[in-house]
């Protein structure tokens, strides 16, 4: 009769080790009562880059890659797109449950509450180069908020989690268009609470000389999707960020900062700006074949294209891209638009592409889309950034909470040198080895 156990026979030592499994796990704790020697090291998983390890229990967000499908708290992200608003899905993301109308009328009224930003925050924001990076200027002002909310390091206490939640999931968006007006040269728009929460962000971005900012409905709802649909995707790299800086006790504004300084990156919220480029570097409708032929050969991975959790859809780009038909329809479409229409219907029209995992994911109508409302390309890691806030704080609330929980503490593979003898600077001898030959990578 099948048991819930893995059994492991250790070729090194004849041994035979039986480990449970639970949820399709097995504790690394238990693999390292696997010794070759009883004085010796237990064994350890190589696992670079945590494909392959759990590294929580979390109820927040499920991803299910073969079923291509993507839930927060057990609701269908298709779902929560058609028919709610981003800071609903943020209170679901947080609280754990859908509000109630009252429930939600005091959760916004507590977003709100907190959109402004200290003066002294505005005033070290105008510090910065006026050709900073928009993701720098965000991750460097989120982390100097530690020290304007000293309170926050109490993360013990619930109630001091909910004011950082709602004070981080105010100003962001903030944070953010002050980032961009910063790289434009214009001055700062501070919120407008009478706005949605998309609204006041598209106020901040855009507003000039109006005495009032009244968002393009069809806009402000497409970029409310957009929020939705980047809420959360439960353990990825800046959320693994989270859950490292967080495991120390950290206050959440450094935690924040990490999990930003994560998503930086052009591998992970940097893909949709590294999408633009592809479709720059293309050029032309013609020659997309070519493109499509070297990716084939070289089977290299290419931003919008594919996905390393999702096997045959994106169900985030099944959502997107309707509301993209409709924004392209109410503004007028993106010059770089035919070339990534194209590599649709080519990808469409050969299921082959499908069997090898490329497909176009929701990076790739992302960026088109961000494009076509007139956000800079410098800006899309912003706004990948702006609604997993809302992910962040409710997976960092969930490990604070955790008793199980202590400061991450991971193992390696040592390579390097054997133990050797310290020789005085004036007594070693150059081996003819030039800087360039050394052993570090540095």
Same mark, same amino acid.
């Given at each position: 009769?099948?048991?819930?156990?893995?059994? +492991?026979?250790?070729?090194?030592? &004849?041994?035979?080790?039986?480990?449970?499994?639970?949820?399709?796990?097995?504790?690394?704790?238990?693999?390292?009562?696997?010794?070759?020697?009883?004085?010796?090291?237990?064994?350890?998983?190589?696992?670079?880059?945590?494909?392959?390890?759990?590294?929580? %229990?979390?109820?927040?967000?499920?991803?299910?890659?073969? &079923?291509?499908?993507?839930?927060?708290?057990?609701?269908?992200?298709?779902?929560?797109?058609? &028919?709610?608003?981003?800071?609903?899905?943020?209170?679901?993301?947080?609280?754990?449950?859908?509000?109630?109308?009252?429930?939600?009328?005091?959760?916004?009224?507590? +977003?709100?509450?907190?959109?402004?930003?200290?003066?002294?925050?505005?005033?070290?924001?105008?510090?910065?180069?006026?050709?900073?990076?928009?993701?720098?200027?965000?991750?460097?002002?989120?982390?100097?908020?530690?020290?304007?909310?000293?309170?926050?390091?109490?993360?013990?206490?619930?109630?001091?989690?909910?004011?950082?939640?709602?004070?981080?999931?105010?100003?962001?968006?903030?944070?953010?268009?002050?980032?961009?007006?910063?790289?434009?040269?214009?001055?700062?728009?501070?919120?407008?609470?009478?706005?949605?929460?998309?609204?006041?962000?598209?106020?901040?971005?855009?507003?000039?000389?109006?005495?009032?900012? %009244?968002?393009?409905?069809?806009?402000?709802?497409?970029?409310?999707?957009?929020?939705i649909l980047y809420a959360d995707l439960a353990q990825n790299c800046a959320t693994a960020a989270v859950r490292v800086a967080g495991s120390s006790n950290a206050d959440p504004y450094a935690v924040v900062a990490a999990a930003a300084a994560a998503m930086s990156g052009p591998g992970h919220g940097g893909?949709?700006?590294?999408?633009?480029?592809?479709?720059?570097?293309?050029?032309?409708?013609?020659?997309?074949?070519?493109?499509?032929?070297?990716?084939?050969?070289?089977?290299?991975?290419?931003?919008?294209?594919?996905?390393?959790?999702?096997?045959?859809?994106?169900?985030?780009?099944?959502?997107?891209?309707?509301?993209?038909?409709?924004?392209?329809?109410?503004?007028?479409?993106?010059?770089?638009?035919? +070339?990534?229409?194209?590599?649709?219907?080519?990808?469409?029209?050969?299921?082959?592409?499908?069997?090898?995992?490329?497909?176009?994911?929701?990076?790739?109508?992302?960026?088109?889309?961000?494009?076509?409302?007139?956000?800079?390309?410098?800006?899309?890691?912003?706004?990948?950034?702006?609604?997993?806030?809302?992910?962040?704080?409710?997976?960092?609330?969930?490990?604070?909470?955790?008793?199980?929980?202590?400061?991450?503490?991971?193992?390696?593979?040592?390579? &390097?040198?054997?133990?050797?003898?310290?020789?005085?600077?004036?007594?070693?001898?150059?081996?003819?080895?030039?800087?360039?030959?050394?052993?570090?990578?540095?």
């Open positions: 009769m099948p048991r819930d156990t893995l059994t +492991i026979i250790d070729d090194r030592t &004849g041994r035979e080790y039986v480990v449970p499994v639970e949820d399709n796990a097995v504790r690394a704790a238990d693999l390292a009562a696997i010794r070759e020697r009883p004085d010796g090291p237990g064994l350890l998983s190589y696992d670079p880059d945590l494909h392959h390890t759990a590294i929580c %229990r979390s109820r927040v967000c499920h991803v299910d890659g073969e &079923g291509g499908t993507l839930h927060y708290r057990g609701y269908p992200v298709e779902d929560l797109a058609a &028919g709610g608003t981003f800071l609903e899905t943020a209170y679901l993301i947080v609280k754990g449950e859908l509000p109630t109308v009252e429930r939600q009328r005091v959760w916004e009224h507590n +977003i709100k509450h907190h959109t402004m930003l200290h003066e002294n925050v505005r005033k070290a924001m105008q510090g910065f180069r006026y050709d900073a990076p928009p993701m720098s200027i965000l991750l460097g002002t989120i982390s100097i908020l530690s020290a304007f909310y000293p309170d926050a390091r109490n993360v013990e206490d619930i109630e001091c989690r909910r004011i950082q939640t709602r004070r981080l999931i105010g100003k962001v968006p903030t944070i953010a268009a002050f980032a961009h007006r910063q790289s434009c040269g214009l001055p700062y728009v501070y919120p407008d609470n009478d706005l949605s929460y998309a609204g006041n962000f598209l106020s901040m971005m855009f507003k000039m000389t109006e005495l009032e900012f %009244r968002p393009n409905p069809v806009i402000e709802r497409a970029l409310d999707v957009l929020f893909r949709s700006e590294q999408v633009m480029r592809m479709l720059r570097e293309i050029g032309t409708v013609d020659r997309v074949p070519a493109f499509l032929r070297g990716l084939s050969e070289v089977h290299r991975f290419v931003p919008g294209l594919g996905h390393r959790l999702y096997r045959r859809r994106d169900p985030r780009a099944d959502v997107l891209r309707p509301v993209a038909d409709a924004v392209y329809a109410e503004v007028g479409e993106p010059e770089l638009l035919p +070339i990534a229409r194209e590599i649709e219907r080519v990808l469409a029209d050969d299921e082959t592409w499908l069997e090898a995992g490329i497909f176009p994911n929701v990076d790739f109508h992302a960026a088109l889309v961000f494009d076509a409302m007139g956000i800079p390309a410098p800006m899309f890691p912003v706004l990948h950034a702006i609604p997993r806030v809302v992910s962040w704080m409710a997976q960092w609330a969930e490990l604070v909470t955790d008793p199980a929980h202590s400061a991450v503490l991971s193992r390696q593979v040592y390579e &390097g040198e054997p133990p050797r003898r310290y020789v005085p600077i004036e007594d070693r001898v150059s081996e003819g080895a030039d800087e360039t030959e050394l052993r570090s990578p540095l």
